[in-house]
């Protein structure tokens, strides 16, 4: 029978004590060599070891009293109270009905995946078997009383929900699903799966139940189900997904729920929506609209919408700065002493061969090669010469690689980080250059419509070893805005 307190004060009266082991003023767990609070009686029914006094290997939750807080047995410290499981007689934490925690997340498991028939279904038993097998039980038992893992793995069990990925992944309850997931994954229940997929998914159910009103979020899920996720989930089996990749996917659902706003902002809907729609839709903010064209295609593919066209533009790219500017920065670069020598011999691979910073530091000191009259740089095919000035900037790096000290004073890179084997980080060096106003992005887009003008764009994305599509396009869109242009410089 608990005793009514009638205050506060009568209740710390009885259990507010100094806690002997840890000193702080908390309810008393325990009464041993002093009263314990709870946080110090829970360490000492999880402390094992060989008992200095007695020799014996057990729970060691006692103190000897010579206060030199050396942990000993039950026994050796006088504990009157036992903690030996009625069970199974392990001796350690015990919990209700005097069982430890390992009987007593058995009973919780089993009575969770009963499949019906008493006994645990089959594909679950490696789950259960992983998680009695952990080593930190109290935080295995610790989920079951604070979240829906349980219910969702009942309903695993019991065969009520089936027990794949698909299925977790429409839950509206996403948290509880990927914890599960992750469980299973984890316990090699379900095969593993991609991680930015999972995220993808997570964020689709999220995004579709915040859609209004329920006929747009029915149509975005069906294109987000049968052509994102489909494309996804075929291109994760072949290589994990890159965050881009799935980045670019939210960009679509998201323009297609846009798209179907615009439209009835317009008082109109996919079904009738008319050329003239779709070339006022395009007509402004083309680059963040175009996401959208994955849903038009797939909407009149799948007979969603009239079949209808929009003319392809190229995206802008950051305005690129004047010719005369780039020169300017360039002779800066050059002359300037008191810019770094990295930021000056950066800047210029950007302002000269349109390198991204991202690829800049990936140089290694191999990807310089130095003979008696010339430097040549391995950017690209053929190796490309570094005119004068850059190339004696170039024997002064190298000099000063070779003279330096420090964790990575060994390393190859031609632009080494502060991180052992790691090289500069690329947005550290475009912070450096920005603080020397170098523009990095328009920099490079004025580098590329010069280079552009002196040979064709394939010529050119070679020389500069532009292999990946994206850069290949900016070049080629730089190229061809640059075309329209009469000859002569316009900058000015
Ligand atoms: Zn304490
Ligand atoms: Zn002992
Ligand atoms: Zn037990």
Redo the contacts with the bound molecule.
């Keep these: 029978m608990s005793p009514a307190y009638s205050t506060r004060e009568q209740f710390e009266r009885w259990h507010i004590r100094d806690c002997v082991r840890c000193g702080r003023r908390a309810a008393k767990a325990a009464n041993w060599e002093g009263p314990i609070c709870r946080t110090c009686f829970d360490h000492a029914v999880h402390t094992w070891g060989d008992c200095p006094d007695c020799g014996m290997h057990r729970l060691l939750p006692g103190r000897r009293s010579s206060g030199d807080e050396v942990a000993i047995c039950r026994d050796c410290a006088a504990i009157t109270r036992d903690f030996f499981?009625?069970?199974?007689?392990?001796e350690?934490c015990l919990l209700a009905g005097r069982?430890?925690?390992?009987?007593?997340l058995?009973d919780k498991l089993n009575r969770t995946l009963d499949d019906g028939t008493g006994k645990t279904r089959p594909e679950l038993v490696p789950l259960r078997d992983g998680i009695l097998g952990s080593q930190n039980l109290k935080r295995q038992l610790a989920w079951f009383g604070q979240s829906r893992v349980p219910e969702v793995l009942a309903a695993l069990a019991r065969g009520d929900l089936p027990l794949t990925h698909k299925a977790l992944a429409a839950l509206p309850d996403w948290r509880t699903a990927s914890s599960v997931r992750e469980l299973l994954m984890h316990h090699g229940v379900l095969p593993r799966m991609d991680r930015q997929l999972m995220l993808f998914e997570r964020w689709l159910a999220q995004r579709l139940a915040d859609l209004e009103p329920p006929e747009h979020a029915q149509l975005v899920h069906r294109f987000a189900t049968w052509n994102e996720l489909r494309r996804l989930r075929r291109k994760a089996e072949n290589e994990p997904l890159r965050p881009t990749t799935t980045n670019e996917a939210r960009q679509r659902v998201n323009r297609a729920a846009d798209f179907l706003t615009w439209l009835a902002d317009h008082n109109t809907g996919l079904q009738h929506c008319t050329q003239a729609d779709l070339d006022a839709w395009h007509s402004k903010h083309y680059a963040t609209r175009r996401p959208a064209q994955a849903f038009l295609r797939w909407a009149m593919r799948s007979g969603h919408m009239p079949k209808l066209t929009w003319t392809w533009k190229p995206t802008t790219n950051p305005a690129p700065i004047a010719q005369h500017q780039r020169l300017a920065l360039i002779r800066r670069l050059v002359t300037d002493q008191t810019i770094p020598l990295r930021e000056r011999i950066a800047g210029l691979l950007v302002l000269l061969y349109a390198q991204p910073l991202s690829r800049v530091v990936q140089m290694t000191i191999h990807d310089v090669i130095t003979s008696d009259n010339e430097v040549l740089l391995r950017i690209g095919d053929p190796l490309t010469p570094a005119p004068g000035p850059l190339a004696d900037l170039l024997h002064e790096l190298l000099a000063d690689r070779a003279a330096a000290s420090g964790p990575n004073s060994d390393s190859d890179w031609l632009f080494p980080g502060r991180r052992a084997g790691q090289p500069l980080q690329h947005r550290s060096l475009g912070e450096a250059l920005h603080r020397h106003g170098i523009p990095v992005q328009s920099g490079r887009t004025s580098a590329l419509r010069q280079l552009v003008l002196q040979a064709p764009a394939p010529v050119v994305a070679r020389m500069l070893g532009f292999h990946d599509k994206h850069t290949t396009r900016v070049l080629i869109e730089a190229g061809g805005s640059w075309n329209r242009y009469a000859p002569g410089d316009h900058d000015r």
């Design positions: 499981c009625d069970r199974c007689g392990f350690g069982f430890c925690e390992r009987c007593t058995a």
